[in-house]
């Protein structure tokens, strides 16, 4: 297991006002909005997540550091666990003509709202059942998405990664901290998370579920 960092630039291009999340609206029904992951969340106001996520390119950068890291193919198989609207996914098709792309989401308003290149290969579905077959994916990836399970469903999301991947190339980002301040930013800012841990904490629940892999965090500053 390796720690590899491939969004804090996507990530820290984002200013936030931590203290201001909590100020300006109640917070507990701004989360209630959000967990239903609707529009409100992915492209309603900013206090129910994204305030508006529209296609910019700026995963373009992410598809390809990861296409060299895992030296990604024509033909191969590649699952996007917590898809969205699938624009990483996109990217790789135009990093790697004839790679073939898969994505899940929850969220029936974000696959049904993906990047019309890729949305055929886009299914309803959660992390913790992926309809797929034992082995069927040269690379799995999760961006932002794990730390929104409970731990249970957490255990069980990275059995069915570990299952449906072949080899050991899969890489899962997830929020973390590594200070006070980085976790009281987290709380402040964070509308879904359910788990959120240090590193060590979160390379201790890998290891636990057998996960076979590489990792990374994004971090509050």
């Known amino acids: ?15 936030r ?11 507990a029904a701004c989360a209630t909005v959000a967990t239903q992951w609707g529009r409100d969340y992915w492209d309603g106001e900013r206090q129910f997540g994204y305030g508006g996520y529209s296609y910019d390119g700026r995963w373009r950068v992410v598809a390809e550091a990861m296409v060299a ?12 666990v917590g898809c969205g609207k699938a624009f990483l996914l996109y990217e790789f098709t ?21 990047k ?28 932002n998405t794990l730390h929104n399970l409970k731990i249970n469903d957490l255990f069980q999301s990275l059995a069915e990664i570990n299952r449906v991947k072949r080899s050991d190339k899969s890489h899962i980002t997830i929020e973390g901290y590594r200070t006070e301040e980085e976790k009281v930013n987290l709380l402040y800012w964070q509308l879904t998370c359910e788990s959120f841990y240090r590193p060590e904490e979160w390379e201790w629940i890998f290891e636990r579920a057998g996960y076979k892999g590489d990792y990374g965090c994004i971090f509050f500053e």
């Open 116 to 143: 019309e290149e890729v949305r055929n290969n886009l299914k309803i579905s959660s992390a913790t059942e992926l309809p797929f077959e034992d082995g069927y994916f040269d690379y799995v990836y999760s961006i």
């Open 69 to 80: 890291h895992y030296d990604l193919k024509p033909g191969d198989r590649i699952l996007d």
């Open 1 to 15: 297991m390796a720690y590899i960092d491939f969004i804090t630039q996507q990530h820290t291009s984002t200013k």
């Open 94 to 114: 135009q990093v790697v003509p004839g790679i073939e792309v898969v994505g899940i989401d929850i969220s029936q308003y974000g696959v049904e709202n993906a």
């Open 17 to 27: 006002d931590y203290v201001g999340r909590v100020m300006a609206h109640d917070k």
